[in-house]
């Protein structure tokens, strides 16, 4: 049996930061939903997504195939009802479309937006759904949990140098894990360390946090909890429940809050969010399918970036900002709450970002991580992007 995660309704309602991906290769907690799902069933998984993102995120079908949805988290209770479906028989919650297990002939047909082909089962018990970029963080320090259990159990943490200071026990760190006379308080969740990371030293660090592999902690960090820091990231400065997915970095002094940011953003020296309004009301973000302002039920909430998406030293972005794939931020003052995709500029203005230098910086950025390749198929769905977001840069 293979796993086939799809996107539902939640693909246009987490833009910018699905623009990219599929809903189900979103980073929460340790892991991204689709490594939740696959680790948890111990089978293999695909997408079924966007069509201009297929040729990255391909579907794969077996002679029998699980359809689950992208945007739902998987738990034990989840897990066991899903164990008990039978062929053809769609797992349903206040009509949101959980799963269906369906044979590879009715799997070619698979409609996300059609579960009433299938006999429906009603499931009863609350589970993490992600449908606004805010859940990502929101919801972290929960699915931190989830994945920490998942993934230590019944292992044995390696060795860190006596020179670091631990407090609690909830702390596991992967082979190659290095740190040096740093702080890690665990009562308040745990904290975990991927292979070949390293915090270095005089960092301070309270869970519920996650680094991922090949990413580095620099010196006099202060991280709070809440926190994931993907793989082959760097990060310093101040940073409370803020998700960071991969490759990218916020390498210096600065804060950043209630935050989420894709992958190969870059946060420029001595930026800063706010996360909490002057008058402490409640933050609103901008939505790309009502193309307005949506009220988000909470009181902090910081920036939330796209892939790509860079900003100049001493940056200073508004509670509740959403910045678009691959927008370039830089100036003096406050830029505007939404900054569109492919923009170039701050408060004094914005131009358009042309996909021509912004390949030209992307292939240079790829090179320095690991030698990786800015190939046809990035430049195929980041031109596509440029496309469906035109409409938003009316500078």
Not at 204 to 222: C, E, T, Y
Not at 238 to 261: C, D, Q, R, T
Not at 332 to 345: L, Q, S
Request: charged letters at 20%; hydrophobic letters at 35%; a negative charge.
């Amino acid at each position: 049996m293979a796993i086939i995660l799809f996107d539902d309704s939640a693909h246009q309602s987490l833009l910018p930061l699905t623009f990219t991906r599929p809903v189900a290769d979103m980073r929460i907690g340790i892991l991204t939903i689709a490594e939740k799902w696959a680790k948890c069933l111990n089978l293999p998984f695909s997408f079924h997504t966007q069509s201009y993102l297929e040729s990255k995120f391909p579907m794969r079908l077996e002679p029998r195939n699980l359809f689950l949805n992208g945007s739902v988290c998987p738990d034990e209770n989840l897990l066991e009802a899903i164990y008990k479906l039978h062929a053809g028989s769609a797992l349903m919650k206040d009509g949101l479309f959980i799963a269906v297990k369906l044979n590879e002939w009715d799997a070619a047909d698979f409609d996300a937006s059609n579960p009433a082909a299938y006999e429906s089962v009603n499931y009863a018990g609350e589970f993490v759904k992600i449908k606004h970029p805010e859940d990502v963080f929101k919801h972290n320090a929960t699915e931190l949990g989830k994945d920490f259990k998942l993934l230590t159990q019944g292992r044995s943490s390696a060795s860190l140098s006596t020179t670091n200071v631990f407090i609690g026990d909830n702390f596991f760190a992967e082979e190659g894990a290095e740190a040096e006379c740093s702080t890690f308080n665990s009562k308040g969740g745990p904290v975990y360390l991927g292979k070949n990371s390293s915090v270095w030293e005089g960092s301070h660090i309270r869970g519920a946090f996650s680094l991922g592999d090949n990413s580095q902690v620099k010196m006099g960090a202060k991280i709070y909890g809440g926190t994931t820091i993907g793989p082959f990231c760097r990060v310093g400065g101040e940073v409370s429940n803020a998700v960071i997915w991969g490759y990218s970095s916020k390498g210096h002094e600065g804060f950043l809050g209630n935050s989420v940011l894709g992958e190969w953003c870059n946060i420029g020296a001595d930026s800063n969010n706010s996360n909490l309004k002057n008058n402490y009301d409640e933050v609103k973000l901008w939505d790309y399918t009502t193309q307005s302002f949506r009220k988000t039920g909470l009181q902090f909430c910081g920036l939330i970036m796209g892939d790509h998406a860079k900003c100049g030293i001493n940056t200073m972005f508004n509670t509740g900002t959403v910045v678009g794939v691959s927008a370039n931020v830089f100036g003096a003052g406050y830029p505007r709450n939404f900054i569109p995709d492919f923009a170039w500029g701050g408060a004094h203005g914005f131009d358009v970002y042309s996909l021509n230098k912004m390949f030209d910086t992307a292939k240079k950025v790829y090179e320095r991580r690991d030698g990786r390749a800015f190939d046809e198929t990035e430049q195929n769905i980041l031109e596509k992007v440029f496309e469906l977001t035109e409409t938003y840069r009316k500078f």
